[in-house]
């Protein structure tokens, strides 16, 4: 395996999933999954309205139950923090705050892989498969894959 790939996969092992006890948020692993679908399709970035659209659906059926609303503006930043998620312009965008780019500001942007990851992806597909193989066995029941592959 070449250095960039042990990289992906590294940073993969290492996602910081949000845990509360026996709970946890698979935001990032569906966010990821959703852009690992486009990047074979051809198409590098997302822009968040998509993403919003897309994520959504799946974090209703497959992340537990919330007392408000599910927020796919949450892996879409944070993600960031893991490396494997560039939002463009984000240094730039206007901050609650909190600190938190504001919503409106973050509908203007598009996101992906950072070119190395995504370059990485697209010129090795055994990597796209473990890495779709990693997310979906840390994250989910054998049970749901079929059904999460069959929606991203």
């Known amino acids: 395996m070449t250095d960039t790939a042990n990289l992906v996969i590294?940073?993969?092992?290492?996602?910081?999933v949000y845990r509360h006890g026996d709970r946890?948020?698979?935001?990032k692993p569906l966010l990821l999954l959703i852009a690992l679908s486009e990047l074979i399709r051809g198409?590098?970035?997302l822009p968040y309205d998509e993403v919003e659209e897309r994520?959504?659906?799946?974090?209703?059926?497959?992340?537990p139950p919330v007392k408000a609303r599910h927020q796919p503006e949450l892996p879409y930043w944070h993600l960031q923090t893991d490396e494997l998620w560039?939002?463009?312009g984000a240094d730039h965008l206007p901050r609650t705050r909190g600190g938190f780019p504001a919503k409106a500001a973050l509908r203007a942007t598009s996101a992906g892989f950072p070119k190395v990851i995504g370059d990485a992806l697209l010129a090795d597909k055994l990597l796209?498969?473990?890495?779709?193989?990693?997310?979906?066995?840390?994250?989910?029941?054998?049970?749901v894959h079929d059904d999460i592959l069959a929606q991203v």
Do not use: T, W
Request: net charge positive; aromatic share 8%; hydrophobic share 40%.
């Open 43 to 45: 198409r590098r970035e």
């Open 10 to 16: 590294g940073k993969i092992e290492k996602l910081n």
């Open 24 to 27: 946890r948020a698979p935001h």
């Open 55 to 63: 994520l959504l659906p799946l974090l209703r059926s497959y992340a």
């Open 86 to 88: 560039s939002v463009e």
């Open 128 to 143: 796209a498969a473990k890495v779709i193989d990693m997310l979906l066995y840390e994250h989910f029941p054998p049970s």
